[in-house]
């Protein structure tokens, strides 16, 4: 359970990326405009930008595809602090100073930038305190992720362990309950009656689910009713319907 900072400039990129870096005091070095970018569009980034003092540079829309390879970058690109990664107990203490049990996010190898992105999408609309994700094989947080989150990577903590196994272990001496999801299990989702307490739900990886080694730590496994002939879901919409479902328990209770 330890910090790690990128020591590498961040390129953040797309209006609503760059303007929730802004509103959430995010350093920001730089921001270039594209010279083509509709005014309507820029016009909060630009104001939120002078506020703060941040240089802001028109250019050419050629420069912000360099800059952005690949990302959609709607004419705004910026050049930020390294993304400064939560440890583990600053997202418990998260919970603990709104005084609710803990609510985390643990990713088992999630590959795909565009999966992490939103994943923290919803985490941020259903109260997740934080996301924990691998230092290894596993997608960090990119200007992809950023832009596929919509700017919730802003407010929504993620810390970067070396040993998920370890994490979960230390998660579980702090009496939070660890939840696996898992297609050949017997228990269903919604007959499951535990998400009122602290949990750390595990989303596995993609193609291979969750690793053996994770799957036997989880307290509990659980699957999600399948009704379709194809028995899986993207992992980031299966993320978000047991986030959901955890949103409405706690609701339920009060």
């Known amino acids: 359970m330890e910090e790690e900072v990128k020591t590498e400039e961040e390129i953040l990129a797309g209006k609503h990326s760059v303007l929730e870096a802004l509103r959430a005091g995010r350093t920001l ?22 506020k703060a003092g941040i ?17 959609q970058h709607q004419g705004v690109v910026a050049q930020a602090a390294p993304f400064a990664y939560a440890e583990v107990s600053d997202l418990l203490a998260a919970a603990e100073a709104k005084g609710e049990p803990a609510f985390l996010i643990l990713l088992d190898e999630i590959e795909d930038p565009h ?10 609309c259903t109260g997740v305190h934080g996301v924990i994700v691998p230092k290894r094989r596993s997608a960090q947080i990119t200007a992809t992720v950023s832009k596929t989150s919509a700017g919730a990577v802003e407010y ?19 009496g939070v309950w660890v939840v696996g999801t898992d297609v050949d299990t017997d228990q269903n989702l919604y007959a499951s009656d535990i998400f009122t307490g602290p949990v750390a739900v595990v989303i ?44 409405r328990r706690r609701n339920q209770q009060g």
């Open 115 to 124: 999966n992490l992105g939103s994943i923290l999408r919803t985490a941020d």
């Open 156 to 174: 929504v903590p993620v810390a970067r362990v070396t040993n998920l196994g370890q994490t979960i272990d230390r998660l579980k001496e702090l």
């Open 204 to 247: 596995g990886n993609e193609n291979k689910g969750m690793g053996r080694l994770i799957r036997e730590k989880c307290d509990v496994l659980l699957k999600l009713p399948m009704a379709g002939k194809i028995n899986s879901l993207n992992a980031s919409v299966a993320a978000g319907v047991i986030m959901y479902e955890v949103l």
């Open 29 to 50: 070095n730089k921001i270039w405009i594209a010279e083509t970018a509709q005014k309507h569009l820029t016009a909060p980034i630009v104001a939120e930008a002078r």
């Open 55 to 71: 240089v802001i540079q028109h250019v050419d829309k050629r420069k912000l595809d360099q800059l952005a390879p690949g990302v």
